[in-house]
């Protein structure tokens, strides 16, 4: 089970049966210690960045593999890097942490220092409502006594570094790159009134400009053109997120240039607006999390994709939100599927978009979908929720596993 590693809790689960202390054990020896990623949206994508930036720094990074998040996760993905010692063998521990679960994380991981990300509109099935997460965050942030890295465009986020007692550094957009935004950055607004905004003298990293892939950043007194794996301004966000991060823990260490060159050579995270070619085709794959991640993505898109594939599942158990969603960059659908495929395909036509066929079997749809021609211009464009995303990279002959590779 220690060979098997990451990607199953099963190993976690008998080693903290073994030693109820194996986290906080293999995490203390640490010399740069355990530095938590959370928020709504971007996690994965904002971890794999800071854990990219660092390692270019020469750095041993150790991050949570498969995503998990529960103490049983972390210790399945642990075991392989943890020496006879039961010590972790690595410089540092960036784990992406969920919002619920990260406060249930504090007393096993004690990390030093916190980036949060957002508060959005996410899960209300679980979550119930926003200011419910930015409790959760606040939690883990008062926990965390060397640093915490906060949003400066977040409203819930702004509030919060009042009162933290510990140093925080800001990030964000500068106004300019924000208004480009058709739909805005689709954080939480707070009803309750949001605090004064953070003037951008106090924003240690401000995205000051957005192309095709490729974003301004300013890094303190330095601006660098950085690429992004992906389009859209919320990957110049989690860039900007993660290399204030990257400053605040490497301090005098940190090289702008060795960031840019990092960023250059990074890849997509699995299925968030990854590529992946299929028999000569390019398949573009977006993630509808929620409505902000949809948005931001929709937004995002140059133009008006020729050939579109919508497959939503029991994964997101009520699709009414969409509802509230701006899908003017689409036109048309070729095949909407998953269990949702007819609440989907309504909400499509009450907005005025065609849908060609609505097919409720997943491989069905996929394989009539790679039947069709290229189109014209672009890619082939797969909008899909979370479970749906897992089963069709599988159905195109991908990992069906996620996972983040430790060096």
């Known amino acids: 089970m220690r060979l098997r590693g990451g990607g199953s809790a099963v190993p976690g689960r008998v080693a903290l049966a073994i030693s109820p202390d194996f986290l906080r054990a293999a995490v203390e020896g640490l010399p740069l210690g355990v530095v938590f990623v ?85 899960q209300l099935n679980r979550f119930y409502d926003p200011t419910r997460v930015a409790g959760f965050l606040e939690v883990i942030a008062r926990a965390c006594h060397d640093f915490a890295v906060l949003n400066a465009d977040d409203d819930s986020l702004r509030g919060l570094g009042e009162r933290l007692a510990q140093p925080v550094t800001w990030f964000g957009v500068n106004d300019d790159v924000a208004r480009t935004a058709p739909n805005g950055l689709s954080n939480f607004e707070s009803a309750s009134g949001a605090p004064a905004l953070v003037d951008d003298e106090f924003r240690t990293v401000q995205v000051t400009g957005l192309g095709d892939r490729r974003t301004h950043l300013r890094m303190g007194g330095v601006t660098e053109e950085v690429a992004l794996p992906a389009r859209g301004l919320h990957y110049a966000v989690d860039a900007a997120g993660a290399v204030a991060t990257a400053m605040q823990i490497l301090g005098s260490d940190f090289r702008a240039a060795t960031v840019r060159d990092a960023l250059a050579v990074t890849k997509t995270v699995y299925g968030r607006g990854e590529v992946l070619v299929h028999r000569g085709q390019e398949l573009e794959i977006v993630m509808m999390k929620n409505p902000p991640s949809l948005q931001m993505n929709l937004d995002a898109l140059d133009g008006t994709p020729e050939r579109v594939l919508v497959a939503v599942d029991e994964g997101t158990p009520d699709p009414s939100w969409i509802f509230g969603s701006d899908l003017s960059k689409l036109r048309r659908v070729d095949l909407v599927s998953g269990t949702k495929a007819w609440q989907i395909a309504a909400r499509l036509e009450y907005g005025g978009i065609h849908v060609e066929r609505v097919e409720p079997n997943t491989s069905a749809a996929v394989d009539a979908f790679l039947q069709l021609p290229a189109p014209s211009n672009g890619r082939k464009l797969l909008i899909v929720n979370y479970e749906e995303m897992m089963a069709i990279r599988r159905r195109l002959g991908a990992s069906g596993l996620e996972g983040k590779v430790n060096s």
Do not use: C, W, Y
Not at 44 to 73: D, E, I, W
Not at 101 to 112: I, K, S, T
């Open 38 to 122: 959370s928020g709504s949206n971007g996690k994965s994508t904002t971890t794999h960045f800071l854990t990219t930036m660092l390692r270019a720094h020469g750095l041993k990074v150790f991050t949570n593999s498969s995503g998990g998040n529960l103490p049983q996760g972390i210790a399945s993905s642990m075991l392989p890097d943890v020496g006879p010692d039961g010590r972790l063998r690595a410089d540092i521990a960036v784990l992406e942490v969920d919002e619920a679960f990260g406060p249930q994380l504090l007393e096993h991981l004690r990390p030093r220092g916190v980036l949060l990300l957002n508060v959005q509109v996410d």
